[in-house]
């Protein structure tokens, strides 16, 4: 798996967050004939000309690679649906809209091997990046209000990628308004911070004797 993911910041790359996005169902239309795949993740398949099947994503990227498909984009990628995602988004101060969990990953593998299936790509990709800034910043305004009396953190409808990047930081600030508010772990801080090695008693010390 491409890249290594950082264990003081997010808990996965990007290419591994791509790579669990793979496995999201998309819909193709093959343009060859072919018998059914039967794959340990499932069945797929059978494949005719023109008639719309669907297929996990990697299997359709693979497909169309080699020319034997286009790739149907999901409902949610068109300039309506995206339009209205977006108005949302900036109405609401506090609420996230509802997208796919891997709707960033999804979206980028789509740009990367089908953009000539995309109808107005070019607006799709600025109103998605558009969506991503609005969302970011509600989420950086959300974490402004933890406390020391926060507990608990709700952010509902989040994406993998958003939850990934908020998630170190949130259970880090969690812990430390935690270890605040109970004494018992500032004790036990300091009583490790302050334990130090003890010099040995080799008793009393020998006073040396001067020859005459």
Not at 149 to 177: C, D, G, W, Y
């Amino acid at each position: 798996m491409a890249g290594q993911s950082d264990p003081h910041g997010s808990a996965f790359s990007a290419a591994e967050l791509e790579f669990l996005a793979e496995d999201e169902m998309v819909e193709i239309v093959p343009n060859m004939r072919m018998d059914p795949l039967n794959l340990i993740c499932g069945d797929f398949g059978p494949f005719r000309p023109q008639i719309a099947t669907q297929v996990p994503m990697w299997l359709a990227v693979a497909l169309k690679k080699r020319g034997k498909c286009t790739i149907r984009p999901p409902e949610w990628m068109s300039v309506e649906k995206l339009t209205q995602v977006l108005e949302a988004e900036r109405d609401s101060e506090r609420f996230f809209q509802p997208l796919p969990f891997h709707y960033v990953e999804i979206s980028r593998l789509l740009f990367d091997h089908a953009r000539d299936d995309i109808p107005d790509v070019y607006m799709v990709r600025s109103l998605i990046e558009d969506i991503k800034d609005v969302r970011f910043h509600k989420i950086g305004t959300g974490l402004e209000i933890i406390s020391e009396r926060t507990h608990a953190l709700k952010l509902k409808n989040l994406s993998a990628m958003e939850v990934n990047i908020v998630r170190p930081f949130v259970v880090r600030a969690l812990q430390t308004f935690y270890k605040l508010d109970s004494p018992e772990m500032i004790q036990e801080s300091d009583r490790r911070a302050n334990r130090r090695p003890q010099a040995a008693d080799h008793g009393p010390k020998r006073q040396l004797r001067t020859g005459r």
